[in-house]
């Protein structure tokens, strides 16, 4: 089935600084997502994409879905200690298994105050 | 807004024992999404219902069922739970704009 590889599994950055992540995948998709997890939550859609080369900003954080439809990467500016987290991608065909997401193992984020 | 609610929160059944997790959506959205959540392992599909009356498996179904009761609710059930279905379970559901929204989730242990 289709898999996506995340990566870092995870990392530690000082406040102030940008993270990145990434996600790729074995097959394209036609949406792309990020949610955040926090510690005993469910995830929360961060930023949501639905076309090749799009870049959507929410705030701090800007994601872009590849040109191939194949990867994905979410871009975190000036992190600030709430940002500690999972941040997991996620990709769906809409239509073909009735929108369901394939996600990927998740960034586990954690910021020295 | 109270989204999407799970009951119960945390649940510790003996080997052998059944639940049923509920899952219930304010939101009138069509589908609905059961997932389980592993230590490493990310989310992953156990079954999902597209519609008020359809179910279907995903990735990970052995060893569970589902209901749609309705077109709000949507249970996980075990009927002989096993240490291997230990989890964090989470129920989800979807508009056809292809946005998701989930429960706090449910922590079951099985010992």
């Known amino acids: 089935g289709q898999q996506l590889n995340q990566s870092p599994q995870s990392m530690f950055i000082q406040e102030g600084e940008d993270v990145s992540m990434n996600c790729t995948s074995s097959s394209i998709f036609n949406t792309w997502l990020w949610y955040k997890q926090d510690p005993g939550e469910g995830p929360v859609l961060l930023i949501a994409?639905?076309?090749?080369?799009e870049l959507t900003s929410n705030g701090r954080l800007t994601a872009q879905f590849g040109i191939t439809r194949k990867d994905s990467f979410l871009n975190i500016s000036a992190s600030i200690p709430s940002d500690v987290g999972i941040y997991f991608c996620?990709?769906?065909?809409?239509?073909?298994?009735?929108?369901?997401?394939?996600f990927g193992k998740g960034t586990k984020l954690s910021v020295k105050p | 807004n109270a989204g999407v609610t799970q009951t119960p929160k945390f649940q510790v059944l003996k080997t052998g024992q059944s639940m049923t997790l509920q899952c219930a959506q304010d939101m009138n959205h069509n589908s609905m999404y059961w997932y389980r959540q592993d230590p490493g392992m990310g989310l992953r599909l156990i079954y999902y219902?597209?519609?008020?009356?359809?179910?279907d498996k995903g990735e990970v179904p052995n060893g569970y069922n589902v209901s749609r009761l309705n077109k709000r609710e949507f249970s996980l059930r075990l009927e002989s739970a096993a240490p291997s279905q230990t989890s964090v379970y989470f129920c989800?559901?979807?508009?056809?704009?292809?946005?998701?929204?989930f429960g706090q989730g449910t922590r079951l242990t099985v010992v």
């Open positions: 996620a990709g769906m065909n809409y239509g073909g298994s009735q929108g369901n997401l394939i």
């Open positions: 994409l639905y076309k090749a080369g």
């Open positions: 989800a559901s979807q508009t056809s704009g292809i946005q998701a929204f």
């Open positions: 219902s597209a519609s008020e009356g359809t179910t």
